[in-house]
Nanobody, 126 residues
Framework: QVQLVQSGGGLVQAGASLGLSCAAS????????MGWFRQAPGKEREFVAA????????YHADSVKGRFTIARDNAKNTVYLQMNSLKPEDTAVYYC???????????????????WGQGTQVTVSS
């Protein structure tokens, strides 16, 4: 069993930065690929970023590439999402997710993730 507890987020103006954190319980966190997704009102949940179990490989959606950065600290059982140059269209509830496949490949489809954080609201005003 893995529990994911998110922190960060909030209300900012366009152009600002925010950081999200996702702290995981469980001994095997450092073997799991992790991802971030978001869901805007009236829209489906979409992929934002993913990171391999060791942190060497990262992937970002085209819509956030160059502005968002996913990272992880396995010693702290935590994955991060640093969001810079925020835009109003980044407004959404953000979720971290864990794929409990030890040393597995990175996933981009939300349905391949098993454990989810509680969600964090990010609102960007224009």
């Amino acid at each position: 069993q893995v529990q994911l507890v998110q922190s960060g987020g909030g209300l900012v103006q366009a152009g600002a930065s925010l950081g999200l954190s996702c702290a995981a319980s469980g001994r095997a966190f450092n073997t799991f690929p992790m991802g971030w997704f978001r869901q805007a009102p009236g829209k489906e949940r979409e992929f934002v970023a993913a990171i391999s179990w060791g942190g060497a490989n990262t992937y970002h959606a085209d819509s956030v590439k160059g502005r968002f950065t996913i990272a992880r600290d396995n010693a702290k059982n935590t994955v991060y999402l640093q969001m810079n140059s925020l835009k109003p269209e980044d407004t959404a509830v953000y979720y971290c997710a864990a794929d409990p496949s030890p040393y597995g490949r990175v996933k981009f489809n939300q349905y391949e993730y098993v454990y989810w954080g509680q969600g964090t609201q990010v609102t960007v005003s224009s």
